[in-house]
């Protein structure tokens, strides 16, 4: 490895265009991520930040330009798709929970089934994960007897046992009581100093200053302005950001 | 902490208006207002009425002889008597494997175990019964509690599978024991399905017809979802070329037909199995949508976060889509099968006698002229018994599903 790739890059979307039918909802939007890095996607409601991070592991098809993850080009080609998504774990905004499996079979289904993980060690990582998102005692319960906080927790605990390179969050706060926010944020700090690779579309204007090392400001499909929480928060350049922020703040 | 809340302690009890008294519930529903008297007496006065006249017939006019004259019959058609004890083997085993897989899979297998050792409980108590038969009931009763017994102390580490291994060598041994095996003079001499009969043919065609459909309408409707337009266009045209088509003349077609189609000295001749084969192709289409119905009410995300897991389509569809889907159809799923075990009483109609055939053939015997009646009660009586187990094993089944879902 020469010293140039010191710093990897470990998600590059070049040009990446998406339509719905005639509807354009990303245009030509290019990001580069390097490895251990947290980027925060914000932006108006419609602007295409879930639609954005949904196309790096193929939950959205990109209709032109480029997506590379961990060096795995996203085609059609079924093999690449599924290794990506093994590398790229999502936390949903609905956290999406298998209501019929408890927790633990929720943590250890895809260990088992993809990873073809024993089922005792799978349980194993499942409960040091539980500790670490802090329910190890909600274990054998069904997902609908848990909190909409207890049960973001275990989505991230679902996909971090894939032990994935990079975590994609969609949204992961937007369907929660104000009072089980910050547990869930919590979490995801942790997370993030960790040294996992995070790419994060929230509303926690709080989560972003303080923990994205870049932001990226989207609106109507592009991708506007991208830079530290300090340059977004004390000099936006863009009259779209600046009146975003406006609004929000 | 009552006086905390700002509650006195006196209002945690119902008032004395509400509590629960015979008298207090009979006014409070039956006698509310005028017109709700009224209605009650009117009603009463026609119960009454209706049961004065049945409980009359029953314990006085009705010829009963006809049922023990012909029981034998009844239950088993023409299985040749000498031969009785293979189906009483089989039933013991049945007895012996609900057991045991009562014990092994408790939880959600327990509802639906109960019941079925509740069923030859039940028998016991039907009026006609034999002493011997109510004995061989017993025995089944007891065989069923061994089974739930021994197997709290066998080693087994993987009992799912254990189960599955235990159910499927007893369909094995369950056909050989009711076919027979080796020579006329043999210890098991065959017998022809066509001797089948009764109660004995109508319990297995339901039983075969459900246990053969399910898997191939599951596939069905997964076809018909399918992205390969081959295998959806297949499905679709086989679901509604069968729900174009009433289940008697599909049975007609298996009986008179499809020898017009197969090479002679095919071995589907038998007309058991030509019925059985009608039965399933046609319950698989309704099951097929029914499942459907299910598939349709799993939510996108539940796909997208199997997808996001890296599972593949097949993975997703065993574990997470098929589980919920087949637990949110149950009930509609045991509508279907008891209408199908009642369904199956057309097969009388192409000549094969099941419990509704052979009751034809008793009321056409001039012995037994003008039993209907006592003939179609007793049968009416047996179907119930199968009919309403089934849907209240469901019903305790989606009691136990139903734990966390919500």
Redesign the interface.
């Known amino acids: 490895m020469s010293e140039n790739d010191a710093v990897e890059e470990i998600i590059i979307c070049q040009d990446v265009c998406k339509w719905f039918g005639d509807f354009q909802a990303l245009k030509n939007c290019s990001l580069r991520v390097q490895a251990q890095e947290v980027v925060v996607i914000i932006g108006p409601s419609g602007s295409g930040k879930s639609t954005f991070i949904r196309c790096i592991n193929r939950l959205e098809e990109h209709q032109a330009g480029d997506i590379i993850v961990d060096g795995i080009p996203l085609t059609r080609d079924v093999r690449n798709i599924e290794q990506i998504r093994s590398e790229a774990g999502m936390v949903f905004q609905q956290f999406n929970l298998f209501p019929h499996l408890t927790v633990m079979e929720n943590i250890t289904l895809a260990p088992i089934q993809v990873r073809k993980m024993k089922k005792e060690e799978a349980q194993e990582t499942a409960m040091g994960l539980l500790n670490r998102v802090g329910i190890p005692e909600q274990a054998d319960k069904y997902p609908g007897q848990l909190s909409g906080g207890q049960q973001q927790r275990v989505a991230i605990a679902r996909s971090l046992a894939m032990s994935p390179k990079i975590m994609l969050f969609d949204e992961p706060t937007s369907a929660l009581d104000p009072e089980m926010i910050k547990e869930v944020l919590d979490v995801m700090q942790e997370l993030a100093e960790t040294g996992m690779t995070m790419l994060v579309v929230t509303h926690e204007m709080g989560f972003a200053r303080e923990v994205a090392d870049r932001i990226v400001f989207m609106d109507a499909g592009e991708i506007m302005e991208v830079g530290t929480p300090e340059h977004f928060f004390t000099n936006a350049q863009h009259e779209r950001t600046k009146l975003f922020l406006s609004q929000i703040l | 902490m009552t006086t905390a809340a700002g509650t006195p302690s006196d209002r945690s009890v119902l008032p004395v208006t509400e509590r629960y008294t015979l008298l207090g519930w009979v006014r409070r529903n039956l006698f509310s207002d005028l017109f709700n008297s009224l209605l009650t007496i009117v009603a009463l006065a026609f119960i009454v009425f209706v049961a004065r006249l049945l409980l009359r017939w029953a314990f006085v006019s009705a010829e009963w002889a006809v049922i023990p004259a012909n029981f034998n019959l009844i239950m088993r058609g023409q299985y040749p008597a000498v031969e009785a004890w293979r189906l009483w083997l089989v039933i013991y085993l049945l007895g012996t494997v609900v057991g045991v897989s009562w014990k092994l899979i408790s939880g959600q297998f327990s509802g639906a175990a109960r019941v079925l050792i509740a069923i030859p409980f039940a028998l016991m108590f039907v009026p006609f019964f034999s002493m011997g038969t109510r004995l061989y009931l017993l025995i089944t009763v007891v065989a069923a509690s061994t089974g739930y017994l021994v197997a709290g102390f066998l080693p087994i580490q993987r009992r799912g599978r254990a189960v599955a291994y235990l159910i499927l060598a007893y369909l094995i041994v369950m056909l050989i024991l009711l076919r027979g095996v080796g020579a006329e003079e043999g210890p098991m001499p065959p017998v022809q399905p066509i001797l089948w009969g009764g109660l004995l043919l109508s319990l297995l065609l339901a039983f075969f017809g459900i246990t053969l459909s399910f898997p191939l309408g599951v596939l069905l409707a997964l076809g018909r979802q399918s992205k390969l337009p081959a295998i959806r266009v297949i499905s679709v045209v086989y679901i509604e070329f069968i729900r174009g088509v009433p289940l008697i003349s599909l049975l007609f077609m298996g009986q008179v037909m499809l020898q017009l189609f197969l090479p002679d000295g095919f071995p589907l001749v038998d007309r058991v199995l030509r019925a059985l084969v009608a039965i399933t192709l046609f319950s698989a289409a309704y099951t097929a949508e029914n499942v459907r119905g299910g598939l349709q009410s799993i939510?996108r995300?539940?796909y997208?976060?199997?997808?996001?897991?890296?599972?593949?389509t097949f993975?997703s569809t065993l574990?997470?889509i098929l589980?919920?889907a087949l637990?949110a159809v149950i009930p509609v799923l045991v509508g279907q099968f008891i209408s199908l075990f009642k369904d199956t009483t057309l097969v009388a109609l192409v000549g094969i006698f099941d419990l509704l055939g052979i009751a034809r053939t008793i009321i056409a015997n001039p012995d037994w002229l003008g039993t209907h009646p006592e003939v179609y009660a007793f049968v009416a009586v047996l179907f119930w018994i199968f009919s309403y187990s089934m849907s209240y094993a469901s019903r305790r089944i989606e009691q136990r599903?139903g734990?966390?879902?919500?």
């Open positions: 939510s995300g539940q997208e976060a199997a997808q996001a897991l890296g599972l593949s993975q574990h997470i589980p919920q637990r599903l734990v966390g879902e919500r």
